[in-house]
């Protein structure tokens, strides 16, 4: 091992600020909206950028920097930048890359938000998206066309938990010099590194696991230094900026991310199991259970499962229904990635205005469940999903 490279979890809670005069152990807060210069020559330097320095929290801020120095060094990011939310990261990132009459193509099992932004905002700026279907990679290329600049997906998909091979999608990007995008919100980088595969830019949505506790928002673009690059200057004059306070959070978060997901991984297989042996559950999909479609694509770049649990209830939409209601300790929201475990029924919530066949384009069936696996003791998640299935 190269004597500066660290293992993962000794990189996380060591990649830290340089200490103050005050020789704090933990990094502290740097709660300021700008910073002083020492005098003019110093101020004109910074604002051309011959000096690397912080000048505007908008633009940075030690805390952000910490927050995206540890990003990178766990994807194997040149560069990145960190933003106040998951969908101000998807909505930069492509806003900075993309010119009018530019072409996407993306899985169509995308975040409902992201798909919003692919259908009813991009397309004021002429810019269009071709879906195709991620059980089906072989059709990849058929949809690329000569204006095509950017090729994207997500891995695992929400809400359905498929898998998509990453390396494909790499080697498809070479070949038709496209930028290679992927969202790795569900895996986090503990799991799964997507630029080890191809991918130009990685996107989270730290809300998620990398918070862990549901606690603030946030996000982040890691990758190539020439496409941060342009990121950076479309979000510093636009101001999708993660505040300091949050970036804190975040990064402390990191330091427990790898025991954490450890536990959560644990945690999902075993319920994963369990829904698997039920009478009412039709099928269940977890990426490490070998019944999965692609269980042999996950095992190949995924260190674990995750903790994202999709299963169909026998019954349907009402039995999806029923099932929530009779949910006693299991939180019923639309996040996940937290300590506590939380269930969701897309097809009576989250993506209820879409019709049936828009539904199983992307895998929603009417009975389809999606759990995210808390840290509590896998005997009472079991034991409440049981008692609301039953």
């Given at each position: 091992m190269n004597e500066d490279k660290k293992n993962f979890e000794t990189e996380a809670i060591r990649t830290q600020l340089e200490r103050t005069d005050f020789l704090e152990h933990s990094t502290p807060l740097y709660l300021t909206s700008s910073f002083v210069f020492e005098d003019a020559e110093d101020m004109r330097a910074s604002f051309t950028e011959?000096?690397?320095?912080?000048?505007?929290?908008?633009?940075?801020?030690?805390?952000?920097?910490?927050?995206?120095?540890?990003?990178?060094?766990?994807?194997?990011a040149e560069s990145g930048y960190a933003f106040a939310t998951g969908m101000a990261a998807v909505f930069s990132t492509f806003a900075a890359l993309l010119n009018s009459g530019d072409h996407i193509v993306s899985a169509r099992s995308v975040f409902g938000s992201t798909h919003t932004l692919f259908t009813n905002y991009f397309p004021k700026w002429n810019i269009s998206t071709s879906y195709f279907n991620i059980n089906e990679p072989e059709t990849i290329e058929s949809f690329i066309t000569p204006n095509t600049k950017i090729l994207y997906a997500e891995s695992p998909?929400?809400?359905?938990?498929?898998?998509?091979d990453l390396d494909l999608l790499g080697s498809i990007a070479k070949k038709h010099n496209l930028i290679l995008i992927i969202d790795n919100c569900f895996a986090t980088p503990y799991l799964q590194q997507p630029i080890k595969f191809g991918a130009h830019l990685v996107i989270h949505s730290a809300t998620k696991l990398i918070d862990g506790q549901g606690r603030v928002l946030g996000g982040v673009t890691v990758g190539k230094a020439d496409l941060i690059r342009d990121i950076y200057l479309f979000s510093r004059n636009t101001g999708p900026a993660l505040s300091p306070f949050n970036a804190w959070v975040l990064s402390k978060s990191l330091e427990t991310l790898s025991v954490r997901v450890d536990k959560h991984c644990e945690n999902a297989l075993k319920?994963?199991?369990?829904?698997?042996?039920?009478?009412?559950?039709?099928?269940?999909?977890?990426?490490?259970?070998?019944s999965h479609p692609q269980y042999e694509v996950a095992k190949k770049q995924m260190k674990l499962g995750g903790n994202?649990?999709?299963?169909?209830?026998?019954?349907g939409i009402e039995a999806g229904r029923k099932f929530l209601n009779a949910i006693k300790m299991c939180s019923l929201s639309a996040n996940l990635g937290d300590?506590?475990?939380?269930?969701?029924?897309?097809?009576?919530?989250?993506?209820?205005?879409?019709?049936?066949?828009?539904?199983?384009?992307?895998?929603?069936?009417d009975g389809l469940v999606r759990i995210s696996v808390g840290l509590e003791h896998v005997e009472d998640i079991i034991s409440d999903l049981k008692q609301a299935l039953n």
């Open positions: 011959e000096k690397e320095r912080n000048i505007y929290s908008r633009f940075s801020n030690p805390n952000t920097s910490e927050f995206v120095e540890k990003i990178c060094k766990m994807e194997g998909t929400n809400p359905a938990i498929d898998i998509i319920v994963a199991e369990f829904l698997e042996s039920h009478t009412k559950v039709n099928w269940v999909k977890y990426p490490f259970l070998k994202i649990v999709a299963f169909e209830i026998k019954g300590t506590r475990s939380i269930v969701i029924h897309p097809a009576s919530t989250t993506h209820n205005k879409l019709s049936e066949e828009d539904r199983l384009q992307v895998s929603i069936t």
